[in-house]
């Protein structure tokens, strides 16, 4: 009787355990600082103004929180704040090529969910459900403001994340 009352009492903890287990959120991600560098210009990312709606354009990396981005993972994707202005990265518009790439409060919207493929080097928009835009730099002159285009893994769409 004894050994059936231990094993009942086993089995009581072993399904209580289990149930816990299956109703408990996954863990999440922590948030990083990153800087996101071209590597094509070797040039960071950082907003053209601490304005909200200002263009995130290319400087000459120079250390500055402006140039630092905090990646914070959600449930679609991850956003990317600046740190000096707590704006969110935003693909202004649909995905086509040619969509601005600015910063904006940020929300819950498809247009500020980004997506790291191709051995975390393509920063792909997550605008309307797709993943076919990545973020390009035009050339490699300072002062250049970002913008969409599409994934071809082009030097122009490939970025390192050095921590900031």
């Known amino acids: 009787m004894r050994s059936r009352r231990s094993t009942s009492l086993l089995f ?30 070797g040039k960071c990312l950082q907003p053209a103004s601490l304005n909200q709606g200002a263009e995130v ?9 402006a140039q630092q981005w905090t990646v914070k ?10 740190r000096a202005s707590q704006f969110c990265m935003d693909a202004f518009g649909g995905a086509t090529n040619g969509t601005p790439i600015i ?16 051995g975390n080097n393509l920063l792909a928009s997550l605008v309307a459900g797709t993943r076919s835009h990545c973020i390009a730099s035009p050339g490699p002159d300072d002062g250049l403001p970002m913008e969409l285009r599409f994934c071809d893994g082009n030097l122009s769409q ?4 050095p921590n900031g």
Do not use: Y
């Not at 940020?106 to 191709?118: A, K, M, P, V």
């Open 158 to 161: 490939l970025w390192s994340r």
């Open 57 to 65: 354009i290319q400087m000459t990396c120079n250390g500055t929180r």
């Open 73 to 82: 993972f959600e449930r679609r994707g991850v956003h990317l704040v600046n």
């Open 12 to 41: 009581a903890a072993a399904v209580a355990t289990s149930a816990a287990l299956a109703v408990s959120p996954p863990a999440q991600a922590e948030d990083a600082i990153v800087k996101l560098v071209s590597n094509q210009s």
């Open 103 to 118: 910063q904006w409060v940020c929300n819950d919207i498809s247009n500020e969910n980004w997506s790291f493929g191709l």
